[in-house]
């Protein structure tokens, strides 16, 4: 059994493949499409489906290819779409790199061809939206949002914590709702999205056989 590095050294070792880059691309394009449709509920709270195509990077091409997928989309999105003032955070930006990185360390190799698999595959996409939304989104993202545009005094140490509270509740509940509807989603979609790939795969390796 390949160790947890030896994930990382293959995910890299994809990106010199040309069909590797190409289907992230197209994947990274549907994404950015994806995202400029999603619904602003509040400045610092979106609903967006642009979470599919990642983590379909994630699941064929580990956590390196999906972390500088989910980069390059945040990045690229920001320029496309931004219409406010803020300026792009590093601190923003390397959630968002967790968070791919994240969807491609639990769903690299996703298998959906036995009923065993297919449970295996289900709990470790629920697994990664559960650590998604819990470490990326409500911690994180939260507290760096909250520093960087809300209250830049607050510090984990010191700070009014019931205002903190106040702003993270919407985020807390948004996100709760999400994990099931993701988690469904995903599992759907999956192992239909990985069953047309692999029959792509194989056509194509005859053709060049």
Known sequence: MKSFFDMFKDSAR?????RTLTTAGILLAMAIAVRSLSIEVTPDLRISFSY????????LYGPVVCGASSFLLDFLGYIITNKSARAYSPQLALVVLLSGILYGAILYHCEFGTKRDTA??????????VAIAL??????????????????DFTLTGGDWNAFAAYC???AIKNLIEIPVKSLILSVLLPMLKAAYDRVQLQSGRKTA
């Open 135 to 152: 470490i990326c989104n409500l911690c994180l993202n939260s507290y760096f949002l909250y520093t960087l545009y809300v209250n830049k």
């Open 169 to 171: 509740a919407p985020r």
């Open 14 to 18: 994809s990106l010199r493949d040309l």
């Open 52 to 59: 599919i195509p990642i983590a379909v990077i994630g699941m």
């Open 120 to 129: 295996i595959s289900t709990a470790r996409i629920v697994c990664a939206c």
